[in-house]
């Protein structure tokens, strides 16, 4: 019995260190586990924290995005009337263009007036000249004349002079 009872204390003690060894690596792995725990809290709270500062960052970037599009928006509704304005503005050019050839051929026809006119002017100037020179020449013959005239005239009144004294 001394010997059972030895046998059980053994057993009893061997099965207390194994029990020992198995709480020990319960242990460990209770604090490994701890440890991963702690660990992968904190890396879940960095990871968090990453999220919200991201999902942040899309918010702005959402907002920069709508903005970017109204400013598209807004550009292509410039381009639009800049595009509707050049269209205007050729279809005016076509006409300015068109309205500058007519005037062209009006000044060219004005000039070839205005030379002709300027011709006739010239000769009109030439012929007054030549009219005032016959003008004068009939006028100095017309004074000769008249004093031709008027010493007839005088010889005349003489004549009658003496006829009558007579």
């Not at 907002?63 to 550009?75: P, Q």
Request: charged share 40%.
């Amino acid at each position: 019995m001394a010997d059972d009872s030895l046998k059980k204390q053994n057993d009893m003690v061997n099965m207390s260190a194994k029990q020992s060894e198995i709480n020990d690596g319960l242990e460990r792995q209770l604090k490994d586990a701890q440890f991963t725990r702690t660990d992968s809290e904190n890396k879940f709270e960095l990871l968090a924290q990453k999220l919200k500062i991201k999902e942040e960052e899309a918010g702005r970037s959402k907002e920069r995005l709508e903005g970017v599009e109204c400013k598209f928006m807004d550009i292509e509704d410039e381009l639009k009337l800049v595009g509707q304005n050049q269209q205007i503005l050729e279809v005016l050019e076509e006409k300015f263009l068109e309205r500058e050839e007519e005037l062209q051929k009006q000044i060219k026809e004005l000039i070839t007036k205005l030379g002709s006119a300027n011709a006739r002017s010239e000769n009109a100037e030439m012929d007054i000249g030549r009219l005032n020179i016959r003008f004068d020449k009939v006028e100095e013959d017309l004074i000769v004349e008249k004093t031709k005239i008027q010493k007839v005239s005088d010889e005349l009144n003489k004549c009658f002079d003496n006829m009558m004294g007579l």
